[in-house]
């Protein structure tokens, strides 16, 4: 089972640059909005036509401009889950899933199919109501119920729980993350929402605004992201300009300090990102917070607190370093502590910001470099 | 009293109304579909016959059909048929006032449509015929039986272009409206009072129509049952 995706597609306003492989896997593709996920999604279902590229499914070709292959959308076996499900609101539960068995594979048996379906997915004693009478949750449900009886050998969820409520979307992604375990095809998962691509796929391919980059292990993402886009939606909340000094540190410009990196700067870095609960916080009544090794305190600067916020299971402190001017956007620095670490931080006061060299993410602006 | 007028006034609207039916969703589907340049540019023909005074309609049609026209020769010629100053000439005039309501009416419901059933019904791979059919009319069944209703209405009221290519020929070609100008015309208001009554009843009921499948789909389909549904 595999995907191989190349293809290109422009518009007035941005070109979309896709290029990835999927090999039996659930493959999340992760970008803000319009950065061009969904028209991805709906260029390998045979919806709307790419200019120019390839699309291979399970070694069938889908799509190939200089062949001029163009299957159409029923042939192409994809089934696609869209954001609002789609279900036709003329027609029963039964009646939408039932459309689908009697025209693709049903044949004689197709009520047995449709009844393991509905218990698969939950839906038995629905199967008269309109998608009207139904739950988002249930929705969802009679909507890959409906995918699953046209047998795809691929399917792709464009933003699956983004129209739920939070609590609903716990047990639907639980549901969901048991759909896609058990399908033995590849999935594709669209999504701006990074914890939901950690939990449901293996490996995440960043989109930014059109340009897709290099394909990694989710868990890698989290841990390095190495564009300023991987960095931004993998929820990295401090961010400089940098201008490169050695390959071991750069002048942080928005902080108007020298770091020292130990991820090694290239001459193409342009940014550096830092997580908030990276940064500890030193107030000069207490000594010491959140990092306790004194002897290795390389990277520390001053600050002005600018704002402590409690949040539930944490304090958020934001500073701003002495030398920049705290109304400039890049130029504060979040930092998220353990709660009661820094009882005595107030606004106004100055503190001591340290950051380790090891937490110091070197970032390109751009990720579209292979 | 002579119910002609009335049973043929009915018989040109029903026949006229089930060919802009067809064609009214038929251009609305393409042109809905079609690249921006086109459909502007088909719009404006397809809807002309609504803007333009029916006695210009009529001019056009008398100079098509006509004894003298193109086709109206050629029918005359070949078969021996007579096209205008008979009772189904009518259905010439009235199909073409008709048409633009039928078919604007159908394109708007098509417009408004929802098109990822379309492209779901597609990656599901179900048919275009039974998208169309099953998935795409249903769901624009509002706008589609609006559509009828008032091009059927539309047909009976019709008279400019219907009395050019008709003219008023008592028991052969008289509908409601040229029956009502011609009583007028003869001073016999008694009887153009009664014709008035009977328009004014049919022009009732099918507003009251209209009324009634508005509120009839107004709601979604199942939308009552959902407090049963929730328990």
């Known amino acids: ?308 916020i409690e949040d539930v299971f944490s304090t958020i402190v934001n500073v701003c370093p002495l030398g920049s001017d705290p109304e400039l956007d890049f130029s504060r620095i979040r930092a998220e502590l353990p709660k009661g670490a820094i009882g005595a931080a107030e606004e106004g006061n100055i503190v001591e910001a340290v950051i380790k060299p090891c937490d110091i993410m070197p970032l390109r602006a751009l990720g579209h470099q292979r | 009293m002579d119910l002609f007028p009335l049973y043929n006034s009915l018989r040109v609207a029903s026949i006229s109304t089930f060919i802009t039916f067809f064609t009214g969703i038929c251009a609305a589907y393409y042109i809905a579909r079609a690249p921006k340049a086109v459909k502007g540019a088909l719009d404006c023909v397809l809807t002309l016959p609504m803007v333009l005074p029916p006695t210009v309609v009529g001019f056009f049609l008398l100079k098509t059909i006509g004894p003298y026209g193109p086709v109206g020769s050629a029918a005359l010629k070949f078969w021996g048929v007579r096209m205008t100053m008979t009772w189904y000439s009518a259905i010439f005039a009235t199909t073409i006032v008709t048409f633009p309501l039928m078919y604007r009416t159908v394109r708007g419901a098509f417009e408004a449509f929802d098109r990822t059933l379309l492209y779901s019904g597609q990656t599901l791979g179900l048919s275009g015929t039974f998208i169309f059919w099953r998935i795409m009319i249903p769901n624009c069944k509002q706008g589609i039986l609006a559509g009828t209703v008032l091009a059927f209405a539309r047909a009976l009221g019709e008279f400019g272009a219907t009395a050019m290519v008709t003219g008023y020929i008592p028991g052969r070609t008289a509908t409601i409206s040229t029956a009502v100008y011609q009583l007028w015309r003869e001073g016999n208001d008694s009887l153009a009072y009664k014709w008035v009554g009977i328009n004014l009843t049919i022009s009732f009921l099918v507003m009251m129509t209209v009324n009634m499948l508005e509120n009839r789909y107004d709601k979604p389909k199942g939308a009552a049952r959902v407090q049963q549904a929730d328990k």
Not at chain 1, 25 to 40: D, F, I, N, P
Not at chain 1, 90 to 114: C, P, Q
Not at chain 1, 117 to 137: D, V, W
């Open chain 1, 1 to 308: 089972m595999s995907l191989y995706v190349k293809i290109k597609k422009s518009y007035a306003d941005f070109t979309l640059e896709a290029e990835f492989e999927a090999q039996n896997e659930t493959m999340a593709l992760l970008g803000a909005s319009g950065c061009g996920k969904s028209v991805t999604l709906r260029c390998i279902a045979g919806i709307t036509k790419p200019d120019e590229g390839l699309i291979v499914s399970n070694g069938v070709t889908l799509f190939d401009s200089r062949k001029g292959v163009n299957l159409s959308p029923q042939k192409r076996r994809v089934g696609l889950l869209f954001q609002n499900y789609a279900l036709f609101p003329n027609m029963t539960v039964e009646g939408n899933i039932m459309a689908v068995l009697s025209k693709r594979g049903g044949g004689r048996n197709r009520r047995e199919k449709f009844i393991s379906l509905a218990k698969k997915y939950y839906i038995e004693g629905l199967e008269n109501h309109y998608p009207a009478q139904l739950s988002g949750g249930q929705q969802q449900r009679v909507a890959i119920a409906r995918i699953m009886a046209s047998d795809p050998s691929l399917i792709m969820l464009d933003e699956p729980l983004s129209a739920l409520d939070s609590y609903l979307r716990w047990q639907l992604e639980d549901e969901l993350a048991r759909t896609l375990d058990g399908f033995p095809g590849d999935a594709l998962y669209v999504s701006h929402n990074r914890d939901e691509v950690q939990r449901l796929c293996d490996r995440v391919c960043v989109i930014d605004r059109g340009l897709f980059e290099k394909v990694r292990p989710t868990r890698e993402l989290f841990e390095s992201p190495e564009t300023l886009a991987s960095a931004l939606l993998s929820g990295c909340k401090n961010y400089s300009r940098v201008q490169r000094l050695t390959d071991g540190r750069v002048r942080a410009a928005d902080w108007n300090v020298d770091l020292e990196c130990a991820k090694p700067v290239g001459h193409d870095i342009s940014h550096i990102g830092v997580r908030a609960h990276y940064v500890s916080i030193i107030s000069e009544k207490e000594p010491a917070c959140g990092w306790e090794n004194a002897a290795n305190r390389v990277n520390k600067f001053p600050c002005r607190v600018l704002r402590v």
